[in-house]
């Protein structure tokens, strides 16, 4: 049943407002997937804060256009899905690790990575990149280390000041009782 006007309206404009806000858009066919596939990779991009929607692709080339962004061209050919993100390299994640699984399905058609246009090869390869989570992870590690090792070493000298005050004081405690107390 095919949809008013005013409503096609609506999704154009929800969606211009969606892209433009969004780091990454990646095309996707979903086509080839079961239903309890497709529900899989939903519940993957939505434990992420990932959107995957699938929209006709004239009403997604007004939103394109409207956004301001590159035109999608062949990429908006046959069924597609937006998958959209602020982090572009879940998503990729996500749409590879779950294609090893289901037949390389998703097919990724391509996307837009901060409103330029990027091509499967791209996508695959910030599939390989560690997520923002990891690459923090590292950074304070790399910021620690060293932090660590100046604790590390100024406890080792602080320990042997430490003994070597206690042995001094041992020492003068036992010159001090072994001439009998005279002073």
Do not use: W
């Not at 998703?106 to 499967?120: E, F, T």
């Amino acid at each position: 049943m095919p949809q008013p006007r005013a409503v096609k309206e609506q999704i154009v404009k929800d969606l211009t407002s969606r892209l433009k806000d969004a780091e990454t858009i990646y095309l996707t066919d979903l086509t080839g997937l079961n239903v309890e596939a497709l529900t899989d990779l939903r519940s993957r991009f939505r434990a992420e804060s990932v959107e995957c929607q699938v929209i006709k692709n004239t009403l997604t080339r007004f939103a394109v256009k409207n956004a301001g962004l590159p035109d999608l061209g062949e990429h908006l050919d046959g069924p597609t899905a937006l998958v959209i993100s602020d982090d572009p390299v879940t998503p990729a994640k996500i749409l590879t690790d779950f294609g090893k699984t289901h037949e390389d399905r998703p097919r990724i058609k391509g996307g837009l990575l901060s409103g330029a246009l990027i091509d499967v090869s791209q996508i695959e390869a910030m599939s390989k990149l560690p997520s923002r989570e990891e690459l923090l992870a590292r950074a304070v590690g790399a910021i620690a280390a060293p932090i660590h090792g100046l604790v590390f070493s100024l406890s080792g000298v602080l320990g042997n000041m430490v003994r070597v005050l206690a042995a001094v004081a041992r020492k003068k405690e036992s010159e001090g009782s072994g001439d009998g107390g005279v002073e």
